[in-house]
């Protein structure tokens, strides 16, 4: 197992002039020796270019990969002892289960009894030890990504596993089981594992570290709970939480904070000028209009979601949601109501970044 | 538009598709059609545009049988799961082709569309090739052509499934103000139950083939008739535990009693269904408690499913906000016995929990 650390930018074009020229612009970021990390992003965000750089699929056009400390950056997939989970089954059809576990194993020459003891640990946690002298073939393609799955972790000795969008083809109701195996399996086998997938779910559930991306920025890296709390961008905001953060523009001057032409007490220092304040409807409190502090806004839509009401609200020209306890009394549709924006769930952004 | 199906049903060969089924989609208004998968929905879907022909029952529209009627004499618009454009058109185009097969005049055409692309944010592609665009664009444009044709019933399956869930969000929104905005009649098929949720109006529940329930959507979730529909209207599932009837109220086996009002046709054996949404960490007064261990904390964005071993069985626990749990870790969730399901023993509903401020 190694730590990787990442410094490097790039571009699939020759000469990259502007942002928009790369794949991955420039950045810095280190992966802990033992870590459950996610990549996650809209397509095109530039996570699997990353995944292959650190695979060594793709040589990185600017900069240097380094495995504890050690130049890799041209190494190959063997140099660098990687394995690797794609989004579909590869696997051998002919061998049975436990041929196929074995393989990557006989492959460096394992000796026998350890290979026996490592396949059967490996099939245990993934719940395939009845399935053992099974050919293949005539598996499930669930059954069959669950080979590979335990072919990426069979391998003690790897730097890293990377796994790309694995569950796809798994059904939905199997994809939790996968996840609590994987979660499980991380904690018994203290493999660093990398994870590449759009579905926030499935990043939030695995990772004890997210890498949020977009269009070929890494935008932050935290805990779950930071990328709820505390995004560090706009952007995390919005594409963590159904629905997203709300943001409402403001405007600071001489450390007074005005929104909609209101002004408001703010319980931080701010930064003067131009700001966002992001709130997520599930921070977002409903009070009587003309409450101290509270915007005046106009309901414009209550949702029955069934296990909450989510209630659109028009203020200052934008929309706002708010998520209310299932049990709690809704306003009704035009009902005047007040906004409380500003509490201690409340993030503050200058140019999209946060600030306070 | 009043579209009714009597009684229809479709086999092929020796497999039963749809036992038959009577539904008379809420005129200009949506109608989501909920299931998972093999459910029946798309089978249902093509009897009503008239792509199928049923093996029993009849078809009306306005009154007027058209069975067997097929779908170019009908006036319905369909988008599917797939981005299905004219490949060789251009995106105005694309939009254009069913005003044109109407015969409006060119400049009306050319207002129209422009509309249409402005109300689904393609306007800056109208003079693309469908293949220049995104999926999520794609389906935008399939979207507006089917808006064009004004059709007094538009059908729609699973349109957002192939989309990423950021997008899924934003054009399901945008869905349900275009359909209230418009009187088509909508039936739109999903496999996800927050997606009916969402889009509001009545819900059909479907499994294996047979109709279940039919409502208006909110009175549905709150009020499944039987286990089965609470089942398939339920994300994450409702957690349901083997109860029995006792003095008072419901013993769950393995757990704490419940004291709980049942008819008099309560059978002694019972299930409890409990919503993960009604089991909590922190105690409020008059509740139960289930000790249990944390075997997995899914998280969702928004909300921390706890998957929590208990004495009762395994249990899904849904908290609001993101929370960090270890696994094996103890933890004690907390459950007000008004707040739970009881169906008898064929699974039919026996109580439900009161409704306190559901809007109107």
């Known amino acids: ?356 | 538009m009043q579209l009714s199906l009597e009684h229809v049903g479709k086999t092929v060969g020796p497999s039963v598709h749809l036992y038959p089924q009577s539904l008379t989609p809420v005129p200009g208004a949506v109608t989501v059609l909920l299931g998972a998968t093999q459910a029946g929905k798309t089978s249902l879907m093509r009897l009503m545009a008239g792509l199928d022909v049923p093996s029993t029952g009849r078809v009306l529209v306005d009154g007027i049988d058209v069975t067997g009627v097929p779908v170019r004499e009908r006036n319905v618009a369909m988008v599917y799961q797939q981005f299905i454009n004219y490949p060789s058109m251009t995106v105005a185009d694309n939009i254009a082709s069913p005003l044109k097969l109407r015969g409006l005049p060119r400049a009306a055409i050319d207002t129209q569309v422009r509309q249409l692309a402005e109300r689904l944010h393609i306007d800056i592609f109208l003079d693309r090739l469908p293949a220049e665009l995104s999926g999520g664009q794609q389906q935008r444009v399939a979207l507006a052509r089917a808006l064009a044709k004004n059709a007094p019933l538009m059908l729609l399956d699973e349109p957002l499934v192939n989309l990423d869930y950021k997008l899924r969000e934003e054009l399901r929104e945008e869905l349900g103000q275009l359909f209230a905005a418009g009187d088509s009649t909508v039936v739109y098929a999903t496999t996800e139950p927050g997606e009916a949720l969402l889009l509001g109006g009545y819900t059909a529940v479907m499994d294996a083939g047979e109709l279940l329930q039919y409502g208006p959507t909110a009175e549905v979730f709150h009020v499944p008739k039987s286990i089965r529909v609470a089942r398939a209207f339920s994300d994450p599932p409702m957690n349901l535990l083997a109860a029995e009837a006792v003095d008072g109220g419901v013993q769950l086996n393995g757990g704490p009693r419940l004291a709980v009002n049942l008819p008099e046709r309560a059978t002694r054996a019972l299930t409890v269904g409990v919503r993960a949404s009604a089991l909590r960490v922190h105690p409020r007064e008059g509740d139960v408690t289930l000790p249990g261990a944390v075997e997995l904390a899914e998280i969702s964005g928004s909300d921390t499913f706890v998957h929590v071993h208990t004495g009762v069985g395994e249990v899904v626990a849904q908290l609001t906000g993101v929370h960090d749990f270890e696994l094996g870790s103890p933890i004690t969730l907390h459950l007000n016995p008004a707040q739970v399901y009881v169906f008898d023993q064929s699974g039919d509903l026996l109580v439900a929990p009161e409704r306190k401020g559901a809007p109107k």
Request: glycine fraction near 8%; include cysteine.
């Open chain 1, 1 to 356: 197992m190694s730590r990787i650390d990442l410094d490097l930018a790039h571009s699939y074009k020759p000469n990259p002039q502007e942002d928009g020229d790369y794949a991955l612009l420039p950045l810095k970021m280190s992966f802990e020796d033992g870590g459950a990390y996610a990549l996650l992003g809209p397509s095109g965000c530039g996570k699997t270019t990353m995944l292959n750089i650190m695979s060594g699929l793709l040589v990185p056009s600017h900069g240097s990969v380094k495995f504890d400390g050690q130049d890799m950056t041209r190494a190959t997939p063997q140099q660098r002892n990687i394995a690797q989970v794609f989004q579909f089954p590869v696997i051998y059809d002919t061998m049975t289960v436990a041929e196929n576990l074995a393989f990557p194993l006989k492959n460096r020459k394992v000796p026998a009894h350890q290979i026996q003891a490592r396949v059967g640990q490996i099939a245990e946690m993934l719940e395939m030890s009845h399935q053992l002298d099974m050919r293949a073939a005539g598996l499930s393609a669930d059954q069959k990504q669950k080979i590979s799955l335990g072919r990426g972790l069979v391998r003690p000795d790897v730097s890293a596993v990377l796994f790309d969008e694995p569950l796809t083809v798994i059904d939905p109701h199997l994809k939790w089981q996968l996840r609590r195996k994987l979660k499980q399996i991380h904690h018994e086998l203290k493999l660093t594992l990398i994870y590449v997938t759009h579905d926030q779910v499935e990043a939030l559930t695995f990772a004890d570290q997210v890498v949020v991306m977009t269009r070929g920025k890494v935008v932050q890296m935290g805990t779950p709970e930071a990328l709820f709390e505390r995004p560090a961008h706009t952007f995390v905001g919005h594409f963590i939480g159904s629905p997203g953060m709300n943001f409402l523009p403001a405007n600071v001057a001489e450390g007074a904070l005005s929104v909609g032409g209101l002004g408001l007490s703010a319980d931080r220092e701010l930064p003067a000028g131009e700001i966002k304040l992001g709130i997520r409807p599930e921070y977002l409190r409903l009070v009587p209009v003309g409450a101290i502090g509270a915007l005046p806004a106009t309901v414009r839509q209550v949702q029955d979601i069934g296990t909450y009401l989510l209630v659109t609200c028009d203020v200052a020209g934008q929309t706002l949601k708010a998520r209310l306890a299932p049990d709690a009394t809704p306003p009704a549709v035009g009902d005047r109501v007040g906004l409380q924006v500003l509490g201690e769930h409340t993030c503050y952004y200058k140019n999209e970044e946060l600030m306070a």
